[in-house]
Each structure stands twice: as structure tokens, then as C-alpha cells.
């Protein structure tokens, strides 16, 4: 998306307010908006419909564009999402204005809609998601890595939140990606490459959304989600797809990779992977490389992405990794679905 310069905006208009209707995904009205001469000042917008208030929504959710842009002060924060309610969307056909200030509509308003009674599968976006979630996910489970985005579960679900860190350190530690954002409470601290304290067969099933790309061992994590699982359970995944990411110019990992990972460790592989985040998703300059990957695989100890696939190595791997897990299951379900890929596994 582009956006206009900031700079040019304060000179040359008198406009407090900036930001724009974006568009609608699923149920959600999202978009942008700052104050101009105060960017780190929260703005509430305001939307209408037929000129009546239907609900307020404030701009401080983080958004990786938003940061790139150099948007305000940079930090990315002026993204926010509304939820239309069920009454205006019974209508299907409506148009909806969204307001920075009483009087300050933003750009993209009014954002004439029209929902179509089209089948779920044939859509995309993270409503795709949370769709598949309602029809696989239910009785006692557990969800690793959840963050600011749990899975939508039926009611009557209940979810454990699994986490490498507590609550408060998850919040400390992403401080500037989940500025504004609610991040889940942490149930249970444990690895998840190994789900120590999770009994075997405990679980009617396993969530791990955006999860695997982050391990360094993700065959070893496969190994022990399969593991807490019960035969019939199910195990729920979504993986980027590098191809619509900033994992674009990178080298997909290869299953040879990731099973001689699983088999020696992981430890051999790891700076080549940092190195190629530097160089080719932060593009640190060459000579403040060697610092930059420092801090980040020896500080900081981030997880980046380690690990990149299109939907055709996350296939290749799900298929191949069943002849080397102690586990069997079967692919059960799959979806391309925009920047992600979703898989659905049940262990038999």
C-alpha cells in the first residue's frame, strides 16, 4: 500500500488527521488513522451508517506496513479494526463512513459493501481461519504460541495457552508488535519443541498458528504435538506463505533441511539462518551486519523466521514427515489462504 508523506502533509495541508478506510476482511472493518501534529496521541474513529453512530474503534494496533511507511513516529501502531455489527451486515448490501474527528472523514470512506452468500471456501482472509477452527477445534485442547490471536474455538472449547515465555514477559519482550494489542494469558510456560508437562494423549486437539516457521526444530515440535495428542485428535496449522511475505527473496528450506536438523540438531544450521535474515529481510548493510546478527541470534536470541515454504514444502513436508514421526495421521485438510497456508491433521 502506499502512503502519502507525511512531511508534505503538514505543509501543505492544515488537516489534523490523517488515515484511510482500508477495506473489509470477514466481519472487519480495518484501516489507519493518526493525529498529524500529535502521532503518538491515540485517535478514536468513529463509524456511521445511514448518519448513525454504530461504534468507535481506536487506531493503536500495530501494523508491519504502517512501520515501514515511516507512517507518524514510525512505530507502527495507527492500524484498527472494527467489528460490523450482525444487524448491519444482515442487510448485505450497505455503505459504512468512518470519522478521525466529527469532522474528519478518512480516505477510503464511505466504503460501499456487498456480501455475497458465497461458500466459506471459496473466500480468503483470516475469517478462512477462524471458519476451519469452528469445525475441528472443540472438547479440551491446547493452542502454542497464540500471542495477540487466539483461535476463535466453538463454545464450550477449552483452550490451555501454551507459551516459551509468562504473559508479562510476552508483552515486555514483543513490546513494540503488540503496542495496543491484548496478548493472551499464558497457561503454561514450556518449550515448544517439547511440550514438557503436557501429558501424552491428553489433548482432543493441538493449535499452532505461524508457530513452526519460528522453530528451529520443527519436526521435533511436529513430533511432541503429535504426541500430546489423542489418536483421532486433531492437529491445526497455518504457516506463512513466503511468497506474499518478507520471506519473498529467500531460499525455501528444504525437507533434507529440516530432517537433518531433527536428527543432529539444530545447532550447525543456526547463524547461516540469522545470516540470511539479515541480509536479505532486515537488509542490514554490510558493515553493521556482524553487530546486527549478534544482537539478534546472541542478545536478543529472536525468533525469526528460520525456516520459509511455499504451500508445495509445507505439503512435501506433512507428507514426507509421516514415514520419520512415530506418529500416523492423515492430511485431512487444506487451504491456500492469502499470506498463510492452513493444515488440518488427525492422528490416527
Known amino acids: 500500500m502506499a502512503f ?16 484511510r478506510l482500508d477495506g473489509m476482511n470477514g466481519d472487519v472493518i480495518y484501516g489507519w488513522a493518526l493525529n498529524i501534529a500529535e502521532p503518538d496521541q491515540e485517535v478514536v474513529v468513529s463509524f456511521f451508517h445511514n448518519g448513525t453512530v454504530i461504534g468507535e474503534a481506536v487506531a493503536r494496533e500495530f501494523r508491519d506496513d504502517l512501520r515501514k511507511a515511516k507512517i507518524g513516529s514510525g512505530h507502527g501502531s495507527y492500524g484498527f479494526s472494527f467489528p460490523v455489527p450482525r444487524e448491519v451486515r444482515a442487510l448485505r448490501n450497505y455503505s459504512l463512513r468512518a470519522y478521525a474527528a466529527p469532522k474528519t472523514e478518512l480516505a ?4 460501499e459493501i456487498n456480501e455475497t452468500p458465497e461458500l466459506p471456501f471459496r473466500k480468503y482472509g483470516s475469517h478462512i481461519r477462524d471458519f476451519l477452527a469452528q469445525q475441528y477445534l472443540c472438547g479440551n485442547g491446547i493452542e502454542i504460541g497464540a500471542l495477540n490471536r487466539p483461535c476463535k474455538v466453538p463454545e464450550g472449547t477449552k483452550v490451555l495457552q501454551v507459551d516459551s515465555k509468562t504473559t508479562e514477559e510476552l508483552i515486555k519482550y514483543y513490546a513494540r508488535e503488540m503496542r495496543g494489542q491484548t496478548v493472551v494469558k499464558v497457561d503454561l510456560v514450556t518449550d515448544a519443541h517439547t511440550l514438557a508437562g503436557i501429558e501424552s ?25 503429535l504426541r500430546v495428542v489423542k489418536p483421532g485428535g486433531i492437529v491445526f496449522l497455518s504457516l506463512p506463505e513466503k511468497q506474499y511475505t518478507f520471506d519473498s527473496g529467500r531460499p525455501v528450506t528444504s525437507f533434507e533441511h529440516i530432517l537433518n536438523d531433527y536428527r543432529l540438531g539444530p545447532e550447525a544450521s543456526r547463524e547461516a539462518h540469522y545470516r540470511e535474515w539479515v541480509d536479505l529481510v532486515d537488509k542490514v548493510a554490510p558493515g553493521e551486519a556482524a553487530e546486527h546478527l549478534n544482537i539478534l541470534m546472541n542478545v536478543l536470541h529472536y525468533p525469526i523466521h528460520f525456516h520459509v515454504w511455499t504451500q508445495f514444502e509445507m505439503w512435501e513436508m506433512f507428507d514426507k514427515m509421516r514415514a520419520v514421526l512415530p506418529f500416523s495421521y492423515e492430511i485431512e485438510c487444506f487451504k491456500a489462504n492469502e499470506a498463510e497456508a492452513l493444515f488440518v491433521l488427525r492422528k490416527l
Open 201 to 225: 494423549g491428553s489433548q482432543d486437539f493441538a493449535a499452532a498458528n505461524q508457530v513452526l516457521e519460528h522453530l528451529e526444530n520443527p519436526l521435533l515440535a511436529m513430533e511432541n504435538i
Open 4 to 19: 502519502p508523506a507525511i512531511t508534505k502533509l503538514l505543509t501543505r495541508s492544515k488537516r489534523i488527521y490523517d488515515g
Open 108 to 111: 477510503g470512506s464511505p466504503l
